[in-house]
């Protein structure tokens, strides 16, 4: 992956959220054929939408993540670029996260103690990234459909443990 490549180069790219243009799914070697790892993050996290075709997930939050990602991926040592698989991963993590989050909002701030609201929301964010990291995946590269499901999956089981709904 290019390291010295100029972020802004990607401005554009950075707040697509349009389809991804396989179609498909993603193709580990492809994205690491294309050796810029801001591309392959990016790439990444449109699937990633695109997997969710009836999002809740509004414009500006998307784009907010898609920075998390692509600011995670930037911030990694130069020896330690993250793999697609940990970029996937990743964006899963944050989506999940994100999207539990705002359908436990409410009890979260029903709580009058700052420190136990911090407390919920750093256990949501946890478990997101546990539930990502367990999940079973294509070794190749994961279908949009194998993304949805992940997502939705993770959606569904930190709401029931965080009791979203209720």
């Known amino acids: 992956m290019r ?13 697509a959220t349009g389809p991804s243009s396989s179609g498909r799914g993603l193709n580990y070697d492809e994205l690491r054929a294309l050796d810029d790892r801001v591309a392959v993050g990016t790439r990444i996290v449109e699937a990633a939408f695109d997997s969710r075709a009836d999002s809740t997930i509004e414009d500006d939050e998307s784009r907010e993540i898609v920075a998390k990602v692509v600011e995670w991926i930037l911030e990694s040592p130069a020896d330690q670029t993250p793999t697609p698989d940990e970029i996937v991963r990743h964006s899963i993590e944050l989506i999940v996260a994100d999207v539990t989050l705002t359908e436990v909002g409410d009890t979260i701030r029903a709580e009058p103690s700052r420190e136990r609201r911090a407390e919920a929301e750093q256990e949501i964010r946890d478990a997101a990234t546990v539930y990502a990291n367990q999940v079973t995946l294509n070794a190749t590269g994961p279908t949009e459909q194998e993304i949805a499901a992940a997502i939705e999956g993770g959606i569904h089981e930190l709401g029931r443990i965080f009791g979203a709904g209720e």
Do not use: F, K
């Open 3 to 15: 390291l010295d490549e100029p972020v802004r180069s990607h401005a554009p790219t950075l707040l």
